[in-house]
């Protein structure tokens, strides 16, 4: 079982910074991968950036150049940082992690808010 908790959203303007935490807990063996998904209201869950126990990175095309995902040496923390935040960045954000077997993220935290004004 894995643990997730995430922390640091929040209200921001337009080319603001956030930085978002995420606590993990439980059997290391099952976040090899961990991601940053984001929900809007009225459309489907999407993943905003991934990394593997390896720190090897991968990032959505709306968030190349802006954020930025990373984890502790533990990997007891995973963080994103994002810049120049856009108001199309506002939702829900969730952390995410899945074993090496499997292809579909099976561990969630409960979400943060993130809001983006202009």
């Known amino acids: 079982q894995v643990q997730l908790a995430e922390s640091g959203g929040g209200s921001v303007e337009a080319g603001g910074s956030l930085r978002l935490s995420c606590a993990v807990s439980g059997d290391a063996g099952s976040t090899y991968y961990m991601a940053w998904f984001r929900q809007v209201p009225g459309k489907e869950r999407e993943g905003v950036a991934f990394i593997n126990k390896y720190s090897t990175t991968t990032y959505a095309d709306s968030a190349k150049g802006r954020f930025s995902i990373s984890q502790d040496n533990a990997r007891s923390n995973m963080y994103l940082q994002m810049n120049n935040l856009r108001p199309a960045d506002t939702g829900i954000y969730y952390c995410?992690?899945?074993?090496?077997?499997?292809?579909?993220?099976?561990?969630w935290g409960q979400g943060t808010q993130v809001t983006v004004s202009t």
């Open positions: 995410a992690a899945r074993d090496y077997g499997n292809i579909n993220y099976h561990y």
